[in-house]
């Protein structure tokens, strides 16, 4: 079946940088498009970031854009989420989901991993 695990969050100072893997199984992972996606305490789901399956064409929120990059290694079956220049306004639970910004929210997801910036 799908799964989808993410890992790397943890506490990180504002100004500073973490980087988040999601790795896949079950599915072909090259064939699809897939998003990052991230709830932050007390607000609904706000989609981050996607890239396709061949990894040359991202997209992103103007929320996180120049900040993050959003990368895949198909040969590894693991999406990876690099965060820089982190704000306290980032503070969520990232999530990787199969999927582009239309349509992530109707696809597989993982369990996420938090994090939280603090001041």
């Known amino acids: 079946q799908v799964q989808l695990v993410e890992s790397g969050g943890g506490l990180v100072q504002a100004g500073g940088s973490l980087r988040l893997s999601c790795a896949a199984s079950?599915?072909?992972?090259?064939?699809?498009?897939l998003s990052w996606v991230r709830q932050a305490p007390g607000k609904g789901l706000e989609w981050v970031s996607a890239?396709?399956?061949?990894?040359?064409?991202?997209t992103y929120a103007d929320s996180v854009k120049g900040r993050f990059t959003i990368s895949r290694d198909n040969a590894k079956n693991t999406l990876y989420l690099q965060m820089n220049s982190l704000k306290p306004e980032d503070t969520a639970v990232y999530y990787c989901?199969?999927?582009?910004?239309?349509?992530?929210?109707?696809?597989?997801w993982g369990k996420g991993t938090l994090v939280p910036v603090s001041t």
């Open positions: 079950g599915f072909t992972f090259s064939s699809y498009v």
């Open positions: 890239i396709n399956g061949g990894g040359g064409s991202t």
């Open positions: 989901a199969t999927g582009g910004e239309s349509n992530w929210s109707r696809g597989y």
